[in-house]
C-alpha cells in the first residue's frame, strides 16, 4: 500500500514562490509516473503536472513556464517548484501516482493513490 504525504503549502503573496513536496512509502518513486493536481473552492479538480517513469514532463498551459515538477526517486520524494505565483494559482494541490499511459487532461482518471494535499493560498 502506498502512502502519499504532501508538505509545502502556504500562503504566499503574488508573484512569489513556493516548493511543494509529496513523499511516497510503500513502494519506490521509480515505478510509479507521478502527477500535481490541484482543487480550488468550487472548482473541479486539474492537473497541473505529471512526470513519467523516464522523466519526461508534461504541464498544464496555465502553468507552463511557471511550475516545474521533478523527483527524487533516491528519496521517494515529487517536487512542484511554483514561481511567479499568481492568485488564480489558489487551491488545494494533491499528488498522485499514475498507473497508465495517459495525458495529463485525463491522469485523475489513472491516479491509484492520492496525498491528502497541501493548501496553497496567493494573495494580492
Known amino acids: 500500500h502506498v502512502q502519499l504525504v504532501e508538505s509545502g503549502g502556504g500562503s504566499v503573496q503574488a508573484g512569489g514562490s513556493l516548493r511543494l513536496s509529496c513523499t511516497a512509502s510503500?513502494?519506490?518513486?521509480?515505478?510509479?509516473?507521478m502527477a500535481w493536481f490541484r482543487q480550488a473552492a468550487g472548482k473541479e479538480r486539474e492537473g497541473v503536472a505529471m512526470?513519467?517513469?523516464?522523466?519526461?514532463?508534461t504541464y498544464s498551459d496555465s502553468m507552463k513556464g511557471r511550475f516545474t515538477i521533478s523527483k527524487d526517486n533516491a528519496k521517494n520524494t515529487l517536487y512542484l517548484q511554483m514561481d511567479s505565483l499568481k492568485p488564480g494559482d489558489t487551491a488545494m494541490y494533491l499528488c498522485?501516482?499514475?498507473?497508465?499511459?495517459?495525458?495529463?487532461?485525463?491522469?485523475?482518471?489513472?491516479?491509484?493513490?492520492w496525498g491528502q494535499g497541501t493548501q496553497v493560498t496567493v494573495s494580492t
Open positions: 498522485a501516482t499514475i498507473s497508465g499511459p495517459c495525458s495529463l487532461a485525463v491522469a485523475a482518471l489513472w491516479a491509484d493513490y
Open positions: 510503500g513502494a519506490p518513486y521509480s515505478t510509479f509516473a
Open positions: 512526470v513519467d517513469t523516464d522523466g519526461s514532463t
